[in-house]
């Protein structure tokens, strides 16, 4: 019976109704992993400075009485990714769910906009059960409204709470420092982060297939170091192999994304939403989209026109991606004019404006 696990997820939870809820006690749901947690941990850290309040973790991949029971009696639950239980889990009137989700802006479409008739019906019952949808600007609204299936009138554009990360004091050449001698490189290089993203079509995911490292590094290698960061699904595919050795770091394996995009000077992406937050930063993004006819035939799209729409040159080879980045052909306004369409205010105080918000209308 489809759905049949989130059922009985709903039918636990909701027998935990029958004890009183805590006004001051928040829940955050997450998996073991504990993936998507950089929203949750800035709202967490705005709350405590507000106040004596309970925080709780609910691991949405693991069946628990105390997780359950500490879920049914808050007053605040937030997410930041989807949970399909939410759909059969009646919450008391008081308390408050919201979902801030963890991608930033609007660039490839997901959710309700690309989805079955069976999954839209199924995010509506989700979106019944959510108070607030949190997102970084009043121009995605239209697209947030139809990939959540959630009324408009539910969507507050009060930012991204991470993105509050760049505005806080960080010692930037000791985070630089570090990273270069975890990976015994040059401090005084200038460090290229790609970071490409997974394809369903299997032959493009071999990022070296495409990209020559020996031409890359002859004419680039004395001025830059090229970082690596894959998506946990492309590792299957590409090589990694004798003949790349030495010739990029592979940092798919560091802890923090946000230390990355702000240690590094260019972005190469293709169609990762990464380049929506790299854009606060305002440095050079460059689109490496060797495969843009194949990824818009067979993939999810956009919600905008990719080539005209992205902040940055778009490239489908080797040597224009070299030519772009020595010959520094990027557009800065065209970056700025990017973000202001992403994000309403870029100030370091979406987590405050999301808990003030919250503390006032439903304190």
């Known amino acids: 019976m489809k759905y049949l696990k989130h059922k009985i997820y709903g039918i636990i939870f909701n027998l935990f109704k029958i004890f009183p809820l805590k006004k001051n006690k928040i829940t955050f749901i997450v998996d073991s992993r504990e993936?998507?947690?950089?929203?949750?941990?800035?709202?967490?850290?705005?709350?405590?400075?507000?106040?004596?309040?309970?925080?709780?973790?609910?691991?949405?991949?693991?069946?628990?009485?105390k997780g359950f029971k500490n879920l049914a009696t808050s007053k605040y639950v937030f997410l930041n990714d989807n949970f399909f239980p939410i759909a059969f889990m009646n919450f008391k009137g008081e308390t408050v769910v919201t979902q801030l989700w963890?991608?930033?802006?609007?660039?490839?479409?997901?959710?309700?906009?690309?989805?079955?008739?069976?999954?839209?019906?199924?995010?509506?019952?989700?979106?019944?059960?959510?108070?607030?949808?949190?997102?970084?600007?009043?121009?995605?609204?239209?697209?947030?409204?139809?990939?959540?299936?959630?009324?408009?009138?539910?969507?507050?554009?009060?930012?991204?709470?991470?993105?509050?990360y760049y505005f806080e004091s960080h010692d930037v050449d000791d985070l630089?420092?570090?990273?270069?001698n975890r990976y015994d490189i040059d401090f005084n290089k200038k460090i290229i982060l790609y970071a490409p993203t997974f394809r369903e079509e299997e032959k493009y995911n071999n990022v070296f297939n495409y990209l020559n490292l020996d031409e890359f590094n002859r004419a680039l290698g004395d001025e830059y170091v090229l970082a690596l960061r894959l998506h946990p699904k492309i590792k299957d595919f590409y090589s990694g192999?004798?003949?790349?050795?030495?010739?990029?770091?592979?940092?798919?394996?560091?802890?923090?994304?946000?230390?990355?995009?702000?240690?590094?000077?260019?972005?190469?992406?293709d169609y990762s939403s990464i380049m929506v937050e790299f854009a606060i930063l305002n440095k050079p993004i460059v689109f490496f989209a060797y495969d843009?006819?194949?990824?818009?035939?067979?993939?999810?799209?956009?919600?905008?026109?990719?080539?005209?729409?992205?902040?940055?040159?778009v490239v489908s080879n080797s040597n224009q991606?070299?030519?772009?980045?020595?010959?520094?052909?990027?557009?800065?306004?065209?970056?700025?004019?990017?973000?202001?369409?992403?994000?309403?205010a870029i100030d370091g105080k979406a987590s405050k404006r999301v808990v003030d918000f919250l503390l006032k209308y439903e304190g």
Not at 253 to 268: A, H, R, T
């Open 176 to 180: 630089k420092s570090k990273f270069c």
């Open 241 to 269: 192999d004798i003949s790349t050795k030495g010739k990029y770091i592979d940092c798919s394996d560091y802890k923090s994304e946000q230390e990355l995009l702000l240690i590094s000077d260019v972005l190469i992406t």
């Open 102 to 164: 963890h991608a930033p802006g609007a660039f490839k479409k997901f959710g309700g906009s690309v989805a079955d008739g069976d999954t839209r019906e199924m995010l509506l019952k989700i979106s019944d059960n959510v108070d607030y949808l949190i997102t970084s600007s009043k121009n995605i609204e239209d697209y947030y409204s139809e990939a959540f299936q959630i009324s408009r009138n539910k969507i507050k554009p009060l930012g991204l709470p991470r993105a509050d």
């Open 292 to 313: 843009l006819d194949s990824y818009l035939s067979n993939e999810r799209g956009f919600y905008f026109d990719f080539e005209s729409g992205v902040p940055g040159p």
């Open 321 to 344: 991606l070299i030519d772009v980045i020595v010959n520094e052909e990027f557009d800065e306004s065209k970056m700025s004019d990017f973000s202001k369409t992403q994000f309403d």
């Open 35 to 65: 993936s998507f947690k950089g929203n949750l941990d800035y709202i967490k850290k705005e709350f405590e400075k507000r106040g004596n309040f309970d925080f709780n973790f609910f691991y949405k991949d693991k069946l628990s009485i």
